[in-house]
């Protein structure tokens, strides 16, 4: 059984695929100040709820866009699952093109999204990621990584929302019955789920006119996925696991090139 690790600054995603099937994923908080220890005993607890020992895994793998929390998740590994984990960094074999001013910028997440999206869907393609940020990856049809977008989060873009104002109430993302909303709550959910459903409509149609082409598949993944691809029309694929699946591939790509 092989564990993958996608670790963000909202949430840390865990997988484990018995050979090419998912056996089962959940995610934690990511919380800088956790030792390796509190995050072995988290994941231990969660793996002997599901009836998996950790003796039952024999091989991980890393992706990570929190360096702090590079060495405690690895050591976790290494203690707990007495496995020594592959890690998204610079040498590990990706098959991925990057073509942008400097490919050390790239997150391992957008790697990771865009191994996963070319294999699974071809070329061209845009992936776009609802996550802490907002980000749109977009592969030519050689299969080359040209570059992309960050815009912010849908979840941190409300939270700047409640925190600097004085009487905006915290509400639940969700789609309200009109655009036009009656109360604060509506209002707000309004403006989240409609404004950020505009944003992604426009910079996928400029993506698309620079591309000169019409024709470029869209993928979207990330917690806030569904919410905005029911909205629009430019999201043809909705793949909450693009990101787990591409780190078991990678896996596997680098521990065939080991052998």
């Known amino acids: 059984m092989i564990i993958c690790i996608d ?45 998996i020992r950790p003796e039952d895994i024999d091989g991980g793998i890393i992706s ?17 699952l007495k496995i020594s ?43 776009i990621d609802f996550g802490t940020a907002t980000t749109f990856n977009v592969i030519d049809e050689n299969g080359v990584f040209i570059g992309g977008v960050i815009a912010p989060g849908i979840k941190g873009s409300l939270d700047s929302l409640v925190n600097g104002t004085a009487k905006l109430p915290r509400v639940e993302i969700e789609r309200p019955a009109r655009v036009i909303g009656t109360n604060t709550v509506t209002n707000m959910q309004s403006g989240i789920v409609f404004g950020f ?30 919410v905005i691809a029911k909205e629009i029309t430019c999201i043809d694929k909705v793949d909450k696991l693009l990101t787990l699946e591409g780190l078991k591939y990678l896996y596997d790509l680098n521990s065939t090139e080991g052998k």
Do not use: W
């Open 7 to 51: 670790v963000g600054n909202t949430n840390i995603k865990y997988a484990l695929f018995e050979g090419d099937s998912l056996a089962m994923s959940f995610r934690v908080a990511t919380e800088h100040k956790k030792t390796s220890d509190e995050y072995g005993g988290q994941l231990i607890s969660i793996l002997r709820n599901n009836g």
């Open 64 to 80: 990570s866009v929190v360096p702090p929390l590079d060495y405690t998740i690895e050591r976790m590994c290494r203690t707990y």
């Open 85 to 127: 984990p592959l890690l998204l960094a610079p040498g590990l074999k990706t098959g991925l093109n990057i073509k942008v001013d400097n490919a050390k910028e790239v997150g391992a997440d957008r790697v990771v999204n865009n191994v996963s999206a070319v294999r699974k869907y071809g070329a061209p393609v845009i992936v």
């Open 197 to 226: 459903a505009g944003l992604v409509e426009y910079i996928v149609k400029k993506i698309k006119r620079e591309m000169k082409r019409d024709d470029v598949l869209t993928v979207a993944t990330g917690g806030f996925s569904e």
